[in-house]
């Protein structure tokens, strides 16, 4: 079994608990994650940080590149540009990712954030893809 | 004494506590903030979270824009690209932001992470200026 | 009748006509401008030039925003980012545009470069709105 | 004599050459090229296409990467981000770009680009670094 599958997305995510974020969904280069809004996300304005949103989106777009990768496959994050539409304080955000592109060494990834029907953010970023002794970029 | 200053960068920021985020300077469109790494910050694979990371640039460059704002003015990020260089898993974070333009409506404001003098990350921001009645975007 | 049709989009667009591009959509936030490649669109790799892809996005996007203003409203572009999928070395580029938010003061457009159904390319920008005689930023 | 030298930077550029683009310097991960701007490469507004000061961006980087490529490398740019401080009408535009991260298989690039000393834009990018023989991302 890959040394990958249990660190990655089935395994202990710290962050991601400490934000109380969730996989719904993780397949075919798509997923959906999602997490409850609680007053300990909100910035110094009294609305959903930024770093909340966008963390979403980081860990969406790496759900769905893992979702394409092979077994001795690892990836990380080389950039992400994250535009926001609308403040948000309550509720449950909502973040689709999907590959875009796969290379053999580049994936491109997008991602939307909503609550309920309403676009809040979108984000587009680039991830590399490497052996798992190869190491980083 | 204006409705923004308490709210803002002196008042209550609840997500940068549940990071550990703490201001170290702030002044004439510049800013330093810092976190330790804790393990609760880790991503699945055993490294800080790049939404960790981002959320430093973000609330860093909110500061730099802040420390530049007239007293019935607010701001909020438009739009961030953050591009990773390392990973890092122990020791303190420090994101160094400037405001390298402030025009009427809109602000530009470069940020960059190191642990020590090794860069980890950069980011390049925009966020819009408006009156405290006018709204976003 | 308004300043600002003629001088964008039905009037003189000298680069635009240095590239060879036109418009053949531009309408409700929508459009598509394309180019014939030539040879000396190339860069030294012998295929086109990133710079002539990113100003069909930049142009279209311009045109799509167009689409969307009143009267006495002018734009400019504050920041894209592109990201290339494939080189290409013959045949028409088209890009499709679309104004996926317009704010009072900011639009924010996406747009998709095209050879055929093949992507070559994707950006996503941020514009800026305001009265002719606000000035920029 | 590696095969990338006449192609790339001292060989034919013709999109380069249609801007009247030059390069100045050229070594060490850095680069400075320099255009005089014309009527032609103008907008529908009268000031320069932000897809000429793009240009110069990408193709500022790809020197300032060719500059620390090894001979049987290539490269190509993955994406780029533009941000526009000021519009320019007339006079010598001028791009510095450097490396700031040169990794095994992805260079980061900034670039400035300045009319005399005012600041017109600032880009950020990815380039993929390859053997010749590999082939794109």
Redesign the interface.
């Known amino acids: 079994m890959s040394q990958n599958i249990p ?3 089935e ?9 109380g974020l969730n996989f719904t969904s993780l397949e075919a280069g798509r997923s959906r994650c999602s997490l409850e809004i609680r ?8 609305v959903v ?4 949103i ?2 979403l989106a ?2 969406g777009m ?1 759900g769905a590149v893992y979702s394409r990768l092979k077994g001795d496959e ?1 990836c ?12 948000v304080v309550s509720g449950t955000l909502t973040c689709d990712s999907e590959v ?2 796969r ?4 994936a ?1 990834i997008e991602s939307e954030i909503r609550r309920g029907d309403r ?1 809040i953010a ?1 984000a ?1 970023g ?1 991830f ?1 893809i490497f052996k798992a002794e190869g190491g ?2």
């Open positions: 660190q990655t997305h395994g202990h995510n710290p962050f991601g608990e400490l934000l007053e300990d996300l909100y910035n110094p304005y009294g940080h930024g770093g909340v966008y963390s980081d860990t790496g690892l990380s994050t080389v950039e992400i540009k994250i535009v926001y539409f609308r403040p875009i592109r290379g053999r060494r580049l491109f676009l979108k587009t680039t590399s980083l970029g």
